[in-house]
């Protein structure tokens, strides 16, 4: 390699010595309060299976459930291909610790051969001028896997308050790292939880589940590197303890690039 | 019982001897082109770890993979807690017909036990006069499963063409049944295939994987009974053979009942 490797790479590398099981270790630099930054860990989880011999395709949508707490150290996961079609592939994944029977993450994902089809995008990215001359975002907790990202929101203060949870922010790797598949998922548990949003402050909070849906393919990708993205966020609603979140993820230049959903488990 | 069971409750009905396994039949009165209505297959799903004797809560989040093709005739499906909380509680399902190795359908949810909490509704339900007045939307397809649901488009007829693959309706099931989470899940893959509506005709499209948020507890659907919902829906992008969808579901009270994603394989 000509160039040291990215410590999100290094985060979600997994070691292999039968195929069957994968092995990795929890990032001090991606760690959160008390347990790694879920990002990292859905991206791992994508990892495994984007790793495996069996694989075909490439990332349609990704689950990723977060069951239990991860602890600091070694993790093996598991990743296996459910059903393979013609042109899809189902899996299943889970991630374990130590002696604990019960899996910390679950997993599913749909691959698929990506074919040329009629095309559009409805979505398409709000006008805003950065990142350049906006302020980087200074998180009121210095978590490790918050000095990794460079966050410039465009329109105001994410703690502002106000009646709307919606965010817009540009979100880059720090360093800079061109978005691959595994980037995309983790940028899309990078946004601000938006109960954060609405009372103005930090408050507890859990991911408990994360869909991503891939809408831009590897091969745009790599053709046309993306180390600079725009990130939109809102909730439906707040209520029993828990609340959805909705983002969507475009390119600088304007290509969506996913869009994600998550619930999240919050004490208020 | 004092009235005969809904056909949406039949085909969804498991029996089970173990309590490991139950096993149910395909319904004629949902049937789709090829294969059973998502909808149902999907509500089948929720409905064997609501039944399951080790169940804590409700559900806060399910996602279903749609792996392969369900034949006429009866299915088996396994659902088991792999992790239980406090609060929460992670579920892992499969459904297996005849003696295929694969799972036709994989499925991971989020059950939890609600509380009480601040909360708040951001997405309010649009205001818009109906049903009654409104036509009954007549497919071109004549398909089991769509008569059994009574949709009445609210702004202008799903095949009308244009830049927009929003759609907004009143919707039912017929006859009308109160909405449980079951009912829910299917009404979360009642709406038309956005496909359809960008390109004004039905083309061949496979639903690959569904997720439902819950944002409305047990408890509320048993006090305030509904059986007419608002539905709205919309698609990101269209892109490589698969689109996505996002949809929202209202009780006719303007309770959000729940919020909806999906990946559309599309031939196109």
Redesign the interface.
Known sequence: MMTAEHPFDRAIALHSETGAERTGHTSPDYWNAISPFGGTTAATMLQAMLEHPDRLGEP??L?V?F??AIKPGNFRVQARP????RS?Q?W?A?LHQGDDP???I???A?F?L??????????AMPSHAGPEGLERYAPPMRLPFLERYDIRYVDSHPFAGG???QTQCWIADVPPRPLDAAGIVAHCDAYIPRIFV??GRPTPIAT??L?V?F???AASLAERPCTLAFAQA?????????H?Q?G?LWAEDGR?LA?T?Q?V????
């Open positions: 349609i949508s689950t459930n069951a239990g459910a059903r393979t079609g899809t189902h299943l889970q019960a899996p910390a679950t997993a599913t749909v698929a990506r074919r040329d089809t009629w095309s559009d995008t409805e979505s009646a709307s949870s609405r009372r408990v589940t869909t849906n809408h831009a393919d809102r909730a439906n609603a707040f209520r029993g303890g828990f959805d909705e969507r969506l869009t959903h619930m488990w919050f004490k208020e």
